[in-house]
């Protein structure tokens, strides 16, 4: 379908092949040709062009329909329902839908009904329509995820003669990104460690039990604070092993929006169509 403000008649047809092929499909409808290089060969020998062309099968016999899309800014003639009468009798094709957007003239209704061809307004919904960017409600979607993670809880961090007590998970979000420097200057993140410590304690899986790793340090680092400064070489980090539920419900309330609208003359029925897809009745 297209995304254009204006539709061309090669999305008009591909519009009305979805629509017939989407309404059909609990009935056994296929769609099994449209476009250019949907073809027929009537008894006369004749090849004639056919929009849209859809197949149904009763187990004994199948039953074709042709539907002619017309794309016209003014009302359709009896002229089209003659042709098309016309390609059904010599292809032998059973029923005739004729679809257009702009409506057709009193006698071809009249002689249209008479032959048994059916007819259909298919449209753009514009301001002058009812329907006209009328949202719908058309579900509830209902997520249920379950996640349960496991990770490494920093409970102390030992550097130099300091212990760094980590109170919560706030605090231990805080440590991730306190920076050391070395004598030349370079910058450590303790993030760094607190990531091994983590990934340490998960290989071990003892759930809730306190253990305590030890960095080894390749060269003494300098933790500055307003007051001192600490030097040290190496990080020992106590913690333990964790399962933290993180599961999570939501829903989301599924809208659209109506685009065309679809009215079957002679069945009187009034249909929507959504630009994603979407095809509903209307009262």
Not at 10 to 26: H, N, S
Not at 88 to 96: F, H, K, N, Q, R
Request: aromatic fraction near 8%; charged fraction near 25%.
């Amino acid at each position: 379908m297209s995304d254009k403000n204006e539709l061309s008649w090669e999305d008009y047809e591909a519009i009305t092949q979805y629509i017939y092929g989407a309404l059909g499909e609990q009935d056994g409808v296929k769609v099994i040709g449209y476009g250019r290089n949907c073809k027929v060969k009537g008894k006369s020998g004749v090849i004639y062009q056919i929009d849209v062309l859809t197949e149904q099968s009763d187990g004994e016999k199948t039953h074709r329909t042709a539907i002619e899309c017309k794309f016209l800014n003014e009302k359709v003639t009896n002229e089209t329902v003659m042709k098309l009468q016309c390609i059904m009798e010599d292809a032998g094709i059973g029923s005739g839908i004729i679809v257009c957007k702009t409506g057709f003239t009193r006698d071809t209704l009249i002689y249209a009904e008479h032959k048994g061809i059916k007819l259909v307004e298919l449209w753009e919904a514009g301001e002058k329509d009812e329907h006209f960017q009328k949202t719908v409600e058309i579900g509830i979607l209902n997520l249920h995820i379950n996640a349960v993670v496991s990770r490494g809880v920093a409970t102390s961090i030992d550097i130099g003669d300091k212990i760094i007590t980590i109170a919560d998970e706030q605090e231990l979000i805080d440590m991730h990104y306190v920076q050391f420097s070395d004598a030349s200057g370079n910058t450590v993140i303790l993030g760094e460690f607190l990531s091994e410590f983590s990934k340490e304690l998960q290989n071990k899986g003892e759930l809730l039990k306190s253990t305590t790793i030890t960095y080894p340090l390749n060269r003494t680092l300098f933790y500055k604070q307003p007051n001192e400064e600490i030097a040290f070489d190496k990080i020992a980090i106590t913690g333990y092993i964790a399962k933290i539920d993180k599961s999570s419900k939501r829903s989301f309330y599924l809208t659209d929006q109506v685009w065309m609208i679809m009215n079957e003359l002679f069945d009187k029925r009034k249909l929507t169509l959504s630009k994603s897809g979407l095809i509903w009745n209307l009262p």
